[in-house]
């Protein structure tokens, strides 16, 4: 009998997280193809509408670690529970969602076990090391990860007595079974060094919400050719004439136009409106990784061969500061 | 006075796309420039603000080839003290060699001279290249220090350092006493541009250079390659202020308007 694929829970104080429902689905297609099960770990929560989640997307039991220690989420304290917790249920393997604290205690647990952490997984191949998918017998693992925030993609090898993982965000699109298992959920007995507080979260600011640069239904984007702050006057009129967010690219941020907050890309936000109106932005690869998850994207730029125009499915060619007042009048004119 | 460590790495700044060398074994760099991580730039940004508001000394940390040294300079022209550089050969680096070299040289910087320990280490959130999330976290890790990433924000409260990053709808709050590590993110501050003095002070930049190694993890890279593109005809809708009506019928089709 192959020991079951383990899925670490993300959650926050009880909510669970979108990644937990990816990795959960990932785990599935891993623990298959590994003829092996598929369990979770929950950490800092024995709740049963967890657990009972954790079944509907196909963990057929849930370990629980509750301590005093884990009240809250903490890096250090999260990476100790993994790290024992797969000591004790001797995994085939241990897997987290790729968010920023997935990865934070995936790579936590992966120092206190000496082992190596693959982050960021888009495919994995337990079988054979050549991607093949006929077992070498090296026992190491194909995968693929990426690199350079999904602009490209990095074949590894991986050789470890436990593979320690985490899929890619929005790798899989979560999927829940088409019916549901009523997991058997265990505390697991796990004593953790109070010390181990000294990284757990103290305090939590809440800050108004209103519509957030990932979920706008429309972004419109601002790049260098803006040329100013002031500039970005007619986006922000635009924007709200269409119910949505400005964007804008690291060279806007960079001179300080914007708030790094509005800023699309790789070391920025991920949007998916329905549409990105990209105005005066290039398109290079770091900002287009943040722009691709919209459905439609119209580009307007003075130059018909920036790559922003190339990869748009319109594009008006002009100057921007003619071309998004017209809009915004040609708007008024049809909902006045 | 503090002393804070930050460690960046030199990665190529690529365009429009990001082409492979013929071994897929790197990013084809013939026609880049280099640059800093971005979440590292920001890192030593916020070394030297943290530097000139309570006094102390920034040290940056490369493990990389001897051109970056020009990444070295380039943080004492915005106002780092020390460059430090463990040359690496060109073979292949996973996280946990990485991390295993940083540990031991930050160890070595903190023995020499009685130094005793960096109050603060910074390191990216990840890296702009490879971005594993975790070369920070093992080596904080491998040094016994407390480590929190994502970090938007940092403040020094005496011998405690309070960090907040971002969550949905807010931000938390940890508070770690030093030394302690933190991985920042970009945007937690503006970096400045070099001045004229700044750029002097790199050129005298005396680089402090560290041979070590470690052996290499269990993780190797086998190639690199660029995800399937997907190809979309560009419906150009007009040229100039003419185009608006056409914009406006897209807006109306897709139900946003
Ligand atoms: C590791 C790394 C991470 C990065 N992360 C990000 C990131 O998260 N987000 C990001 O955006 N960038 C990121 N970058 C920077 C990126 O490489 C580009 O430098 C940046 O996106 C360029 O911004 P831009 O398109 O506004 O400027 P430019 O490339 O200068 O393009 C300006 C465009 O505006 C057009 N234009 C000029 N005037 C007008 C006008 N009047 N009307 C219409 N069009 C006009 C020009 O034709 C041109 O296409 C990163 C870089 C690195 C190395
Ligand atoms: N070669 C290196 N030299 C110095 N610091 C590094 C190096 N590689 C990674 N780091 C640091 O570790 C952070 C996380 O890297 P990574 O695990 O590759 O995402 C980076 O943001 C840097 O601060």
Known sequence: ?336 | MLRILCCVKRVPAPGARINVTADGLAVDAAHLGFTTSPHEECGVEEAVQIAERCGGEVTVLTLGPPEAAEQLRYAASVGAHRGVLVPADGGARDPQRTAAILAEAIRRLESADGAGPFDLIVFGNESADSGGFQVGVRTAYGLGRPIVNGVKGIEIDGPAVRVRREIDGGFEVYEMEMPAAVGVKEGINLPRYPTMKGRLASKRLEIEILDLDAPLGGQTMVRLRRPAETVSETAILGHGPEAAPAVADVLESLGVL
């Open chain 1, 1 to 336: 009998m192959i020991s079951p694929v383990l899925a670490v829970l993300e959650h926050d104080r009880g909510a669970m997280a979108e990644a937990a429902r990816e990795a959960l689905t990932f785990g599935r297609g891993l623990a298959e193809s590994l003829g092996a099960g598929l369990e979770a770990l929950l950490i800092g929560s024995d709740d049963a509408d967890l657990v009972a989640e954790a079944g509907a997307y196909g963990a057929a039991a849930v370990h629980t670690v509750t301590h005093p220690v884990l009240s809250d989420f903490g890096p250090e304290a999260w990476g100790e529970a993994i790290a024992r917790a797969a000591g004790m249920l001797k995994p085939a393997a241990v897997l987290a969602g790729g968010s920023e604290r997935g990865n934070e205690v995936m790579a936590q647990a992966a120092a206190r076990l000496d082992l190596p952490f693959v982050s960021n997984c888009t495919a994995i191949d337990p079988s054979g090391a050549d991607g093949s998918g006929v077992d070498s017998g090296s026992g190491e693992w194909s995968i693929t990860r990426i690199q350079w925030g999904g602009s490209l993609l990095e074949d590894v090898r991986l050789a470890a007595a436990l593979p320690l993982v985490t899929c890619g965000l929005h790798a899989v699109a979560s999927e829940p079974l088409p019916e549901p298992v009523s997991p058997a959920a265990a505390g697991l007995e796990i004593d953790l060094d109070p010390a181990l507080a000294r990284t757990v979260v103290k305090d939590r600011v809440v800050l108004e919400a209103g519509v957030t640069l990932p979920t706008a239904p429309v972004v419109v984007g601002g790049g260098r050719g803006v040329g100013s702050a002031e500039g970005f006057g007619p986006l922000e009129e635009l924007a709200g004439l269409l119910g949505g967010r400005v964007g804008c690219s690291r060279a806007v941020t960079n001179n300080g136009w914007r708030p790094h907050s509005d800023q699309v890309g790789q070391t920025g936000t991920r949007i998916a409106p329905e549409i990105y109106i990209a105005s005066g932005i290039s398109g290079a690869i770091q900002h287009w990784v943040g722009a691709m998850g919209s459905k439609h994207i119209l580009a307007i730029n003075t130059d018909p061969e920036a790559n922003m125009v190339v990869k748009a499915d319109w594009a008006v060619i002009g100057d921007l500061h003619e071309v998004i007042p017209a809009i915004s009048a040609e708007i008024r004119r049809r909902h006045p």
